[in-house]
């Protein structure tokens, strides 16, 4: 079946067409049109402004995909309905039941934390051993959740304040490093010392699975405010240093609470994903812990491209839903209804 995806739930206008079968997804098209330019000035994403843009560029990014398709016969249209900035998923959302009230195409709402899930089955995991334990870090949110089958999660832990992503980007913008900041902290961190300050790691010993990012984010803002202060000038201190210290304190705490899970929840399988997923020391860090603590166990996690938001990974989880029931994950109506 030809599946078109469709996604707006934040700051990305993504547009896909997804071939599946028995043998799973081949990405026929996927198209992503950033609004990093239009967001930089304000350093974060204003959810108005986000919505103008995707209204927009979702016609041209439709028409695109279509054609590096070349324009297949559409069976299923999937959305992304949550969650995600209301003003920006509308325009998707409305996008999506016109064509399919047009076209007379079936339609279906995509939960976007399982879209971020399924980029790992994008370039095909048939076989992926259950229980999954998964690490979904993005910019809006940092969630364990335990997938006991297709369909069958439960949330074990997640953020209480700031996501990973958020920090990143928030962090990055207290250092002057500009938007969007966590891929240019985790470039400037590769020359720094992991160890030259010693930040918190939030709620790393509390015993459960829950994530706090706004502690560290302060504790980096008075390092910051203390040297500016200090006759000591921070120009004196190699911001690649904070930079690579920050990013070590937040690996820790997400590497340490994923082995502790995947031990309790004798989970088959490890799966990393969302944007800050694109993250190198934490894609390398993850893999060695998991190698060292559960050698039997498997780990997966989506290449580059597809860890940041895109329509092809909405595609695929209306697939799946395919095989399967409803998708009971929190913060939205079950993917599905519309
Ligand atoms: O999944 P995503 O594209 O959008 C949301 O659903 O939020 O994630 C975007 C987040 C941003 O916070 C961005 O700074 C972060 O992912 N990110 C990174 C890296 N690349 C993107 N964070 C750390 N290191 C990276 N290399
Ligand atoms: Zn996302």
Redesign the pocket.
Known sequence: MIILGIET????TGVAVVEADSKGCRILSNIVSSQTKVHAPYGGVVPNLAARAHLKNIKPCFERALKEAKNPKIDLIAVTVGP?LIPSLLVGVNFAKALAYAQKIPITGIN?IEG?IYANWLLSIQNSKFPILCLV?????TQLILMEGYGKYKLLGETRDD????A??KT?KLLGLGY????I???KAKEGNPRAFDFPRPMIRANNFDFSFSGLKTAVLYLVRGLRDSPQSLGTVPISDICASF?QAAIDVLVSKTIRAAKKYKTKTIMLS???A???E?RKQLKNEIEKNLPNANFHVPPIKF???NAAMIAAVAFYNRKRGQSPLRGLSPSGTI
Not at 9 to 12: E, F, G, R, V
Not at 137 to 141: A, D, F, T
Not at 180 to 183: D, I, R, V
């Open positions: 739930s934040c700051d990305d995600g976007h971020h870090v993005s910019g809006g949110h996501a990973a992503g958020e990143f980007d990055a969007p900041g966590g891929p902290l985790a470039q990013q969302g944007g800050v694109a993250n190198q934490l860890c940041g938001d």
